[in-house]
């Protein structure tokens, strides 16, 4: 794991979320984007090398819908970024954690990504993180 990617915030009103950040940071989303197969609509804002996910529910049986019903808004995950997904699913599996899917999936903002169950990692979801290469 090279560095935190992102942290991920899981919110119930997108638009009204990021009009919050777009204060908080004096600049808007630069990028948004919906990624149908986890039923989600993401914001993404820099706040110099840092940057947020905001995530939204567009689908009921989301696992961010679950999320805001069991918890209600706040942070959902942090993200690292990795060199190789598929080396590092690998390399935490020997070491004991679980891996929720052990085969990566296209995630938002051009990665792909792979997420370690809380249960393995203190109740912190992580979220692995690959830049898809051209």
């Known amino acids: 794991m090279r560095k935190i990617e992102h942290i991920g915030i899981a919110v119930k009103d997108l638009d009204l979320s990021n009009l919050l950040f777009e204060k908080l940071f004096g600049m808007p989303a630069y ?3 919906v990624v149908e ?3 989600v609509n993401t914001s993404f804002f820099m706040n110099g090398p840092n940057k ?3 995530l939204a ?3 009921p049986e989301s696992s961010i819908a679950k999320f805001l019903e069991k918890k209600g808004e706040g942070i959902h995950h942090i993200a690292f970024d990795v060199e190789d997904i598929v080396s590092e699913i ?4 020997k070491e004991g954690f679980i891996i929720l899917n052990t085969i990566p999936k296209k ?3 051009n990665k792909l990504v792979a997420f370690l169950h809380p249960k393995s990692t203190n109740g ?3 979220e692995l993180c690959q830049e898809i290469k051209d």
């Not at 690998?90 to 599996?93: C, E, F, I």
């Open 57 to 59: 529910a567009t689908n």
């Open 31 to 33: 990028k948004s984007e």
């Open 90 to 93: 690998a390399r935490l599996q």
């Open 52 to 54: 947020i996910e905001l």
């Open 107 to 109: 995630g938002a903002d």
């Open 124 to 126: 912190v979801l992580i």
């Open 37 to 39: 197969s986890e039923g």
